[in-house]
Antibody, heavy 119, light 107 residues
Framework: QVQLQESGPGLVKPSETLSLTCSVSGSSISHYYWSWIRQPPGKGLEWIGYIYYSGSTNYNPSLKSRVTISVDTSKNHFSLKLSSVTAADTALYYC?????????????WGQGTLVTVSS | DIQMTQSPSSLSASVGDRVTITCRSSQSISNYLNWYHQRPGKAPKLLISAASRLQSGVPSRFSGSGSGTEFTLTISSLQPEDFATYYCQQSISTPLTFGGGTKVEIK
């Protein structure tokens, strides 16, 4: 059974960089796409971007200038960095397997981690 | 970007009711349409992929249909555990986008 677990600081100061890691268990990270998705409190879902195990990425243009997604196959995890954060980046951040092409859906999802941007 | 529009945004229904949720895309997405539900405090869960393919373990009271720009999710007999928010999502092109959600509440 594939399981994903997000980890990282729950509080980030404005203008700093948000950093999260998604650890994958029960499956090799190889040969799949892996995505980050976020959900502001009480709002809907926004796709942030995905990475293929080979390292190729695709980001939402609305965030592209601030987002970096990377993968570490040796540790079976992938990571998200979002720079220059503001209060608008406060959200539940989810990682999920899939995105497009071979896996054009998100399944499974991690439980999510709340990141609050505040001084 | 492909815009996904769900209707209604919320609905009240009783256990045993038949419920239908509609999702429309701003351009044709063939059958690249997925449905998720999200219970309060939980992560979304994939119910249906490719417009009509029920995921393993998902009860058969859920069904999906449609292609092109109009899609529906139907729950044939609403159960207590189905009270949640439902999202559609297109996966034909990036940026991948979700509908705004339909909250199914208890009447």
């Amino acid at each position: 059974q594939v399981q994903l677990q997000e980890s990282g600081p729950g509080l980030v100061k404005p203008s700093e960089t948000l950093s999260l890691t998604c650890s994958v268990s029960g499956s090799s990270i190889s040969h799949y796409y892996w995505s980050w998705i976020r959900q502001p409190p009480g709002k809907g879902l926004e796709w942030i971007g995905y990475i293929y195990y080979s390292g190729s990425t695709n980001y939402n243009p609305s965030l592209k200038s601030r987002v970096t997604i990377s993968v570490d196959t040796s540790k079976n995890h992938f990571s998200l960095k979002l720079s220059s954060v503001t209060a608008a980046d406060t959200a539940l951040y989810y990682c999920a397997r899939g995105g497009i092409t071979m896996d054009p859906w998100f399944d499974p999802w991690g439980q999510g981690t709340l990141v609050t941007v505040s001084s | 970007d492909i815009q996904m529009t769900q209707s209604p945004s919320s609905l009240s229904a009783s256990v045993g009711d038949r419920v239908t949720i509609t999702c429309r895309s701003s351009q044709s997405i063939s059958n690249y349409l997925n449905w998720y539900h999200q219970r309060p405090g939980k992560a979304p869960k994939l119910l249906i992929s490719a417009a009509s393919r029920l995921q393993s373990g998902v009860p058969s009271r859920f069904s999906g249909s449609g292609s092109g720009t109009e899609f529906t999710l139907t729950i044939s007999s609403l159960q207590p555990e189905d009270f949640a928010t439902y999202y559609c999502q297109q996966s034909i092109s990036t940026p991948l986008t979700f509908g705004g959600g339909t909250k199914v509440e208890i009447k």
